[in-house]
């Protein structure tokens, strides 16, 4: 028997993938969702996850547990090359670069199975490079829409490669092709403008965002702070918005919409979330002290207990942050964009509402404040959906079979 072989022979059994993320692992901490990384194993399926994340402040390793590894990547020379203009492009070339040749020999060395961008631009042309340079294939997954995301904040929210959007979609389009598959979680309703670009429907799946129940559960028994004694909130009625406080999630209309609730006295709007800039929270903090507070990036079982403790949850551009309101039979109050509408039914598990209807929001959040029957059966509707369809084990096996779909049509092509 020859033991060596059967060893070598179990470690390329063994399923690994390498995850590409925009960002770094302090920034998802600042934003309470770093615990998030390891779900990605999807419950065991893979014997060992690489997330790598750039750019990043800084090149490190990080090991979670044994079964999760972050590796972050930083631009060089950015602090002298990011003072002149294009030359930030040289850049990120260059940690473009580095990344390949480290993540080429970790992905041999490992004899990693799958490769997975999290976003199609810099990041999913890099799993294409890897990918030809290895051999190993690569999917890519979409979990913004790009089009409605530039037109609320530009450059500042999606990528912008040297002044042009058009220059950009052809990059994204590219790196699409290559892929063995696209997985679009939400958001269906992006696929026909995919196929009208060019990007055959037959490697398209579409999935939802998965929440872990059982972890929810077990946050709300190890917590137990009061937040309305601690935040002093008191008897008021709490609308809680959650999110980056940034265009791109309508945060002027979160803004307007606190003018016009000024009168109401007993109604507080309470806002969670990273401000990047420090604008929008210092000018929320001055102008409108009497019925707005902005308490920050909180950490997620505190978001949580905000959610919980919140009459109405303002949802106006949502993606888990809608879906953990809704498991919490909390009424909702959103836009009517994006994929809100899969889980919202007006007036039967939220309510939606005309983009940029600001008005709109007012009459709809006073509405359920004043008829607080209707905002609990909303909230149950809501509830019934997640518990049915937004299972994380029910998504993970879906994953898990768009996974298998890959590897064993490289085996095929290999056979054949």
């Not at 979670?64 to 990547?73: I, M, S």
């Not at 950009?168 to 699409?176: A, D, R, S, V």
């Not at 702070?225 to 979160?254: A, C, M, Q, S, W």
């Not at 006073?366 to 029910?394: C, F, N, W």
Request: proline share 3%; hydrophobic share 40%; aromatic share 10%.
């Amino acid at each position: 028997m020859d033991t060596g072989n059967n060893q070598q022979t179990a470690k390329h059994q063994k399923r690994k993938i390498v995850f590409l993320v925009p960002g770094y692992l302090d920034l998802y901490k600042r934003k309470g969702v770093s615990e998030l990384i390891t779900d990605r194993d999807e419950f065991g399926y893979f014997d060992m996850v690489y997330t790598v994340h750039f750019p990043a402040p800084r090149d490190t390793v990080i090991r979670l547990n044994k079964r999760h590894t972050v590796v972050e990547f930083c631009r060089p020379f950015h602090d002298v090359l990011g003072k002149f203009p294009g030359a930030r492009y040289v850049s990120n070339l260059l940690m473009l670069f580095t990344i390949v040749i480290h993540m080429r020999r970790l992905i041999m060395r490992e004899h990693v199975t799958l490769i997975r961008s999290v976003e199609p631009n810099l990041h999913g042309f890099c799993a294409y490079l890897l990918s030809r340079l290895t051999g190993v294939p690569f999917c890519i997954s979409i979990h913004t829409d790009f089009d409605l995301r530039y037109r609320l904040g530009g450059s500042k929210s999606v990528p912008v490669y040297f002044g042009s959007r058009w220059l950009t979609e052809k990059l994204m389009l590219f790196n699409l092709r290559k892929a063995k598959l696209v997985i679009i979680p939400l958001r269906g309703y992006l696929v026909p403008s995919l196929v009208d670009k060019g990007i055959s429907v037959s490697k398209i799946r579409v999935t939802k965002l998965a929440l872990d129940f059982d972890k929810l559960d077990r946050i709300f028994e190890q917590h137990k702070k009061d937040i309305r004694k601690t935040y002093h909130i008191g008897n008021k009625k709490l609308v809680l918005f959650t999110g980056r406080l940034h265009p791109e999630n309508y945060i002027e209309d979160i803004i307007e919409l606190s003018a016009m609730l000024r009168k109401n006295q007993d109604i507080l709007i309470c806002l969670l979330g990273m401000d990047e800039d420090g604008y929008y929270g210092k000018l929320i903090n001055e102008k409108n002290a009497e019925n707005v507070r902005y308490f920050g990036s909180l950490p997620r079982w505190e978001a949580l207990l905000f959610k919980k403790t919140a009459e109405v949850n303002l949802c106006v551009m949502g993606g888990l942050s809608l879906l953990e309101s809704a498991y919490l039979a909390k009424p909702i109050v959103c836009y009517d964009v994006e994929w809100h509408s899969d889980l919202i039914k007006n007036y039967e598990s939220g309510v939606l509402v005309k983009e940029h209807d600001i008005k709109g929001l007012k009459d709809s959040i006073t509405y359920l404040l004043d008829h607080p029957a209707v905002a609990r059966r909303m909230g149950k509707s809501a509830r019934e959906v997640i518990l049915r369809e937004y299972s994380r084990r029910q998504i993970s096996k879906q994953l898990v079979g768009y996974y298998g779909e890959i590897v064993q049509n490289k085996a095929h092509d290999k056979a054949v």
